[in-house]
Antibody
Framework: VQLVQSGAEMRKPGASVNVSCKAS????????MHWVRQAPGQGLEWMGIIYPDDGRIRYAQKWQGRVTMTRDPSTRTVYMELRSLMSEDTAVYYCAREPPAAATRFDSWGQGTLVTVSS | SYVLTQPPSVSVAPGQTARITCGGDNIGSKSVHWYQQKPGQAPVLVVY???DRPSGIPERFSGSNSGNTATLTISRVEAGDEADYYCHVWDSSSDPYVFGTGTKVTVL
């Protein structure tokens, strides 16, 4: 199992960023995918979930309206777009896989993508 | 929303036992998962469903959960266990996937 994320990004305040996570080594549509954020020196923060089979999504309240998660089963890739970036969005963003049947645990993680927001 | 509270830090000598607590309202009724995160690395699942271990995780890592406290126990601590540890549960609230505040384990 591998989750490989796109590389580090630098953006100015107000811009948007799109982070990708390409899955391999398992049946893509069988597992849910999450995005988790970690600001510098801080803890883990859940952002949302996407169901790769049908594209259903659920976002954490904090990011409603600012985040969009999508998936492309043909390339086994999920995407997370964050808009209206602020300096406080500087963080490492992880994708993480959840096994099916409401397992609720994250059994595999991407390597993380550092997003830096600075003017 | 549901809150999970962990001690900021735990210090332990090599060979001794480290216990990391995770407090939450009636957490004993939930399935608790634990992750280890070393500096500059992604988190790794070390215990799930309170006390199960993924393949490849040493038996030195164990978990328990009752009442308002879940505990991750690391026996015979090694220098390589030095890391941040996070608990994690699913809750039927608006933001259902909840992480604890994290505990830094220092091996003396």
């Amino acid at each position: 199992v591998q989750l490989v994320q796109s590389g580090a990004e630098m953006r100015k305040p107000g811009a948007s960023v799109n982070v990708s996570c390409k899955a391999s080594g398992y049946t893509f549509t069988d597992y849910y995918m999450h995005w988790v954020r970690q600001a510098p020196g801080q803890g883990l923060e859940w952002m949302g979930i996407i169901y790769p089979d049908d594209g259903r999504i659920r976002y954490a309240q904090k990011w409603q309206g600012r985040v969009t998660m999508t998936r492309d089963p043909s390339t086994r890739t999920v995407y997370m777009e964050l808009r209206s970036l602020m300096s406080e969005d500087t963080a490492v963003y992880y994708c993480a896989r959840e096994p099916p049947a409401a397992a609720t645990r994250f059994d595999s993680w991407g390597q993380g993508t550092l997003v830096t927001v600075s003017s | 929303s549901y809150v999970l509270t962990q001690p900021p830090s735990v210090s332990v000598a090599p060979g001794q036992t480290a216990r990391i607590t995770c407090g939450g309202d009636n957490i004993g009724s939930k399935s608790v998962h634990w992750y280890q995160q070393k500096p500059g690395q992604a988190p790794v699942l070390v215990v799930y469903d309170d006390s199960d271990r993924p393949s490849g995780i040493p038996e030195r890592f164990s978990g328990s959960n009752s009442g308002n406290t879940a505990t991750l126990t690391i026996s015979r601590v090694e220098a390589g266990d030095e890391a941040d540890y996070y608990c994690h549960v699913w809750d039927s609230s608006s933001d259902p996937y909840v992480f604890g505040t994290g505990t830094k384990v220092t091996v003396l």
